[in-house]
């Protein structure tokens, strides 16, 4: 990442911790600089820095142009209509991506400065005295945690481009190379291996490892996982996720890869419940098992930008619902959508039309978040439960996949289950036989269930080498991010950044 855009990026994390935020209360430090941190750090400082982090994993997620809104455009779930900002539909959807527009050139330069900004963490606490040990390996294996997931994000959005993994060079240093994407994706599990080894040691040899805690205070996001135990736990969860990812790398996906994630949830290492008796669903964000990010308009914090009236629901959400079985009490009453559909859409009196492309209209629009303050997921229950289903059917136990998929589909969905035998209605959905069908019958369950979260049927067509979808013949299928311009300046002659004009074909 160019000196420039790291220094600018670093500062505008540093500055938010001079405020109250993430429902924190930071205390007053004077605002410590990067420098004070390098060279003569504190408990405080590191404390305070730590919370950083976290504020910075959260910037841009859930603004009008974040994470869920741009991934959810590029997988087709949402669109911007902005009558004062085209961008979202003539770049995003029917251009090329821009690298040196806030659009196309997104999801860089804040990932890396809150690496940067960790890698500071990891080598001030070896300098802080009042810490013991147990305590420095559970902030070590906070922040590792952290790193990983940024990394995801870059190499979720930069795909083939690859992206920088030697990321401990001090400001002005000659600029790191790039990784290949699946070395990228070593380094992510590489990472979420090390944490969990740090955050075992945290807890080695305590009486009650239940009762040690961090050292700094985590958002009201990560209740129940806010101690070096338990958030081990979401540890395990991210790595069961990259293992699901990784095993589709290759083609045929990857067993042993598969096996890795299915190990973590059958070993209890995870949060996972799937437990019928059990697992709760809602259909209510923020309600699920889970680690989340969490949002206020209080002074200084950030609001869920997602509520913007700018944003809509894509139309083909509502025929692509299946049916819920008929009520047998009322056989002539009319068959309800999918559940889900049902809790996280509403139909509006008009449609909206894209004044910048004519092909893009809606009227349909999210109930996901209904506040300013509704939380955003990172990973919850229902996504695992959906993972391991994947994970069985490719580790050869197809009916406990299914088994796995239609608890969600049955409970989230009110649908009825999907099954490997011929169904005789001509409107049930078609039996599961193979891995074609069962990929068809997963991302179904993923679209609905994962709806507007996380950009995750951008992210999943991809991952199995299916289309995105267009809304015109004339539009683009962006599959990846191209390299800021800014970072491609301070690379002149960068191979990757040459690929920026060519039109990708696969992630």
């Not at 009008?64 to 087709?76: A, D, H, K, M, P």
């Not at 990973?379 to 998929?405: C, M, Q, S, V």
């Amino acid at each position: 990442m160019s000196k420039q855009a790291m220094t600018l990026a670093l500062g505008a994390i540093l500055s938010a911790l001079t405020l109250a935020a993430c429902d924190l209360e930071i205390p007053d430090l004077n605002n410590p600089g990067i420098d004070q941190l390098e060279d003569n750090p504190t408990a405080a400082g590191v404390n305070t820095a730590a919370i950083g982090l976290m504020i910075g994993d959260r910037t841009a997620k859930a603004t009008t142009g974040g994470l869920v809104s741009q991934w959810g455009i590029l997988g087709r779930e949402s669109y911007d209509i902005d009558t004062a900002e085209d961008r979202p539909v003539s770049e995003v959807i029917a251009g090329k991506l821009n690298p040196s527009s806030p659009f196309g050139g997104a999801f860089w330069a804040p990932q890396y400065a809150n690496i940067r900004l960790a890698n500071i963490v990891l080598h001030a606490v070896d300098k802080v005295a009042a810490f013991s040990d147990a305590q420095k390996s559970a902030i070590r294996g906070f922040t590792r945690t952290i790193i990983a997931m940024e990394l995801l994000t870059v190499i979720l959005s930069h795909g083939d481009l690859g992206a920088v993994i030697d990321t401990d060079r001090p400001l002005g240093a000659e600029l790191a190379p790039f990784a290949k994407k699946a070395e990228v994706y070593a380094k992510i599990v590489e990472l979420l291996d090390q944490a969990q080894g740090d955050l075992m040691m945290a807890t080695a040899g305590a009486t009650d490892p239940a009762k040690v805690a961090f050292t700094f205070a985590l958002s009201s996001g990560y209740k129940g996982f806010d101690t070096p135990l338990t958030f081990l736990q979401f540890n395990r969860a991210l790595r069961a996720k990259v293992a699901v990812y990784v095993a589709t790398l290759s083609s045929p996906p990857s067993v042993a890869d598969y096996q890795t994630a299915l190990t973590l949830f059958t070993s209890g290492q995870t949060f996972l419940n799937d437990d019928s008796a059990k697992v709760k669903f809602t259909n209510a964000p923020g309600t699920d098992t889970g680690v989340f990010h969490v949002y206020s308009p209080g002074t200084g914090d950030t609001a869920n930008g997602l509520i913007n009236p700018v944003l809509f629901a894509h139309p083909k959400l509502k025929p692509d619902a299946q049916l819920q079985p008929k009520d047998p009490a009322h056989p002539d009453a009319a068959q309800l959508l999918d559940a889900r559909y049902l809790a996280k859409v509403v139909e509006g009196k008009s449609t909206t039309t894209s004044g910048a492309d004519a092909a893009v209209k809606t009227s349909l629009t999210f109930a996901i978040y209904p506040s300013n303050t509704s939380p955003v997921p990172v990973i919850r229950n229902e996504e695992l439960i959906l993972l391991k289903a994947e994970a069985l059917w490719f580790t050869g136990d197809h009916t406990g996949a299914l088994k796995a998929l239609n608890l969600v589909r049955q409970n989230a969905g009110k649908l009825p289950p999907r099954t490997a035998d011929p169904v005789s209605d001509p409107a049930a959905p078609p039996p599961v036989i193979d891995d074609a069908s069962f990929i068809d019958a997963l991302l179904y369950e993923r679209r609905y269930s994962l709806m507007f979260e996380g950009g995750h049927r951008w992210i999943d067509l991809r991952r199995f080498g299916q289309p995105l979808p267009l809304d015109a013949d004339n539009h683009k299928q962006n599959v990846r991010y191209p390299i800021p311009q800014a970072e491609c300046d301070a690379r002149p002659g960068e191979l990757r950044c040459k690929m920026n004009s060519v039109d990708p074909v696969t992630l």
